[in-house]
C-alpha cells in the first residue's frame, strides 16, 4: 500500500520512470481511493447523475463507437453493434435508473421470536474501488455493461479495455475522460503487463470478462490482495434439437444465434446435438437458412469478419484437422465467392461426424463453425453434456416438456434459452453469469447492483431484552432458559 501511495504522487518504485503506466495505473487507483474515503456511500442523486452521463456517452457517440469497432473488426456489422452493445447498454441503464430506489433502500427481515423486539435489517452499501477488465468480443457492451452496475451501487471504477480493439478502447479512454471525473470512473489502456499490474491492484472487487485460462490467472492475482472476483468466462455451449422440435421454427434461430458477430459471441451456441439419422437433413436446411441471411459474405455488411489473422488461422486449423480425421465439412458460401488470402472474412462452416478428440470437440470456438452431432437417445445427449465442464448457455429446441423439463433438471448451466438462442442475456430481470468453468458470480439488473455491493447485517437489539439472563455466572437460569429456547427455536 506505501508503495501504491508513493507511485501515486510521482516515479515508478520499480522503473524509476515518470509517467510509466504502473505509475500512471496506481495514480487514478490511489485518487478512487481517496475520492471513495471522501464519500463511501454517494446519495441516490450522484448516482443517477453518473448513469446519465453514461447513458448521454452512449447515445450522443452512437456513430464514433460503430466506426471504430467496425475498424477494429475489419468488418463489423453496424446493425449488431447497435443492437447488441448499445442498445443493451441503453436498456440497463435506464432499468438501473428506474430501479435504483428500491434497490438502495434497507430491507427489513423476520426476526426470530426470541430475538424480539430486537429486528432486522440489511444494508446494501458500496464496497469501495471496482476493477473491470474486458475483452474484445462486444467491446462496448462487456466494459459498460459491469461499469453501469457498479456506478448504480455507488462504487468508483477503473477499466481496463482489451488490447485487441486498440480504436475502440483509445476511444472509450476519451469519451469517459469528457464525461466523468478521474476519480468518478476512468479507463486505463495498455497491453499484457498492464492488464497483469492491473488485476494485482488491491480492489475491493474484480470483475473479469474473458477466457476460462485467463480467468485462472485473474482469480490467483486477486486471491494474493483477497480480492473478491466476478468471473464472466466462456466455455461450449450446446443447442440441442429435441425429436419433438419443429426444425422450420428452430433453424433459423439456430443459424441467427451461431453467427451473430461471426460466431464470436460467449453465449453462442457452440454445437449441436440433434437426433440420430437427422444430422443430414439439419445441415441442409441450416445451409439454406444461414443463404437466406447472408446471400452474399466478403463485402456484405452484416456479416461480420474475425478479429485478428491469428484467431481466423486458429479456426481454419480447427476445420483442416476435423476434415483429416474423417469429418464432412460444409462451407456455406451461397454467392459462390473466392476468398482472398487477406479476408478477415471467414465463412459459415457445418461440419458433421465430428468426433470428441477433435480440438473442434475440446475448445471453445468462438467463430462461425458449427459442428452438428447425433445422439441415440435423450440419456445420451444429457451425458454428453455432463461428461464436459458445465457450460455458459443451453439451448433446447422443441415442444416435449417433459423432454424440456429433463434437460433443464439434469444439466447445469449458466443460464437457458428455449425455442431460441441468445435472448436470456437481454432478460435484465434474470442474473446473467456461469458456473464453474463458465464463470463465477453474476450481473445484470438488480444481480448487478448486488454484486458491486455489501448487504450488510444490522439486527438492532430493544432495550428491555432477556440476553442479560444468558450472562455468567451460569447455573439454573441458564439452563431452564436454553431449554425454553430449544423448544421455540
Ligand atoms: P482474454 O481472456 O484473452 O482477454 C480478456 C481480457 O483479459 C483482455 O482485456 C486482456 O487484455 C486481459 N488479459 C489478458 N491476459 C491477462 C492477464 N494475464 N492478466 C489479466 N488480464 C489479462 O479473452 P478474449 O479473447 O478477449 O475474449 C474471448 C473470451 O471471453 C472467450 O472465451 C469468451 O467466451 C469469453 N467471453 C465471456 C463472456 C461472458 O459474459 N461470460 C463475454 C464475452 C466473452
Not at 191 to 206: I, M
Not at 299 to 327: F, M
Not at 410 to 438: I, K, M, R, Y
Not at 449 to 469: D, I, M, W
Amino acid at each position: 500500500m506505501a508503495g501504491i501511495a508513493a507511485a501515486a504522487q510521482g516515479q515508478c518504485q520499480e522503473c524509476h520512470m515518470q509517467p510509466c503506466f504502473k505509475s500512471d495505473l496506481l495514480a487514478r487507483y490511489e485518487l478512487q481511493r481517496q475520492a471513495f474515503a471522501a464519500d463511501a456511500n454517494p446519495a441516490r442523486k450522484t448516482r443517477v447523475s453518473r448513469l446519465d452521463r453514461l447513458l448521454a456517452l452512449t447515445e450522443r457517440h452512437e456513430n464514433a463507437i460503430v466506426k471504430a469497432i467496425n475498424e477494429d473488426f475489419g468488418g463489423r456489422s453496424s446493425h449488431e453493434t447497435r443492437l447488441a452493445e448499445l442498445f443493451i447498454i441503453r436498456s440497463g441503464i435506464k432499468h438501473a435508473r428506474a430501479h435504483l430506489k428500491r434497490w438502495m433502500r434497507s430491507r427489513r427481515v423476520a426476526t426470530g421470536l426470541q430475538f424480539r423486539p430486537g429486528y432486522n435489517r440489511l444494508i446494501p452499501q458500496p464496497l469501495g474501488v471496482v476493477g473491470i477488465v474486458s475483452p474484445w468480443n462486444y467491446p462496448f457492451q462487456l466494459a459498460m455493461g459491469p461499469a453501469l452496475a457498479a456506478l448504480a451501487a455507488g462504487n468508483r471504477v477503473l477499466i481496463k479495455p482489451s488490447e485487441l480493439t486498440p480504436r475502440f478502447s483509445a476511444l472509450l479512454e476519451q469519451l469517459v475522460a469528457s464525461a466523468f471525473d478521474i476519480d468518478e470512473l476512468s479507463v486505463i489502456n495498455g497491453g499484457a503487463e498492464t492488464s497483469k499490474a492491473f488485476v494485482s491492484l488491491p480492489f475491493d472487487h474484480l470483475f473479469f470478462t474473458g477466457s476460462t485460462a485467463v480467468g485462472r490467472l485473474v482469480a490467483q492475482a486477486a486471491a494474493a490482495n483477497l480480492t473478491p472476483v466476478t468471473l464472466e468466462l466462456g466455455g461450449k455451449s450446446p443447442a440441442i434439437l429435441d425429436v419433438s422440435c419443429d426444425l422450420a421454427h428452430a433453424i433459423p434461430r439456430l443459424a441467427f444465434g451461431k453467427l451473430l458477430n461471426a460466431g464470436q459471441t460467449c453465449i453462442a451456441p457452440d454445437y449441436l446435438l440433434v437426433p440420430q439419422g437427422q444430422a443430414d437433413k439439419v445441415a441442409g436446411l441450416l445451409v439454406l437458412a444461414i443463404a437466406r441471411l447472408y446471400p452474399t459474405l466478403q463485402l456484405n455488411p452484416d456479416y461480420t469478419a474475425i478479429i485478428s489473422e491469428h484467431h481466423h488461422q486458429r479456426l481454419v486449423a480447427l476445420i483442416a484437422e476435423a476434415k483429416g480425421q474423417g469429418a464432412k465439412v460444409i462451407e456455406v458460401n451461397p454467392a459462390k465467392e473466392r476468398f482472398v488470402a487477406e479476408s478477415k472474412k471467414l465463412p459459415p462452416t457445418l461440419v458433421l461426424g465430428a468426433t470428441r478428440s477433435m480440438r473442434l470437440m475440446q475448445e471453445e470456438i468462438f467463430g462461425p463453425v458449427l459442428p452438428i452431432m447425433e445422439y441415440r437417445d435423450l440419456d445420451e445427449a444429457i451425458l454428453h453434456i455432463n461428461q464436459a465442464e458445465h457450460p455458459l448457455a443451453l439451448y433446447w429446441f422443441g415442444r416435449n416438456t417433459h423432454n424440456r423439463d429433463r434437460v433443464l433438471k439434469e444439466t447445469l448451466s449458466g443460464g437457458v434459452t428455449v425455442n431460441d438462442c441468445l435472448w436470456h442475456l437481454a432478460q435484465e430481470n434474470q442474473p446473467f453469469g456461469g458456473v464453474g468453468a463458465s464463470g463465477t458470480g453474476s450481473y445484470h439488473g438488480e444481480w448487478g447492483f448486488n454484486t458491486f455491493s455489501k448487504h450488510k447485517p444490522v439486527f438492532h437489539q430493544a432495550r428491555l431484552n432477556g440476553t442479560a439472563l444468558f450472562y455468567p455466572p451460569y447455573g439454573k437460569t441458564f439452563d431452564r432458559l436454553l431449554a425454553v429456547l430449544k423448544r421455540i427455536a
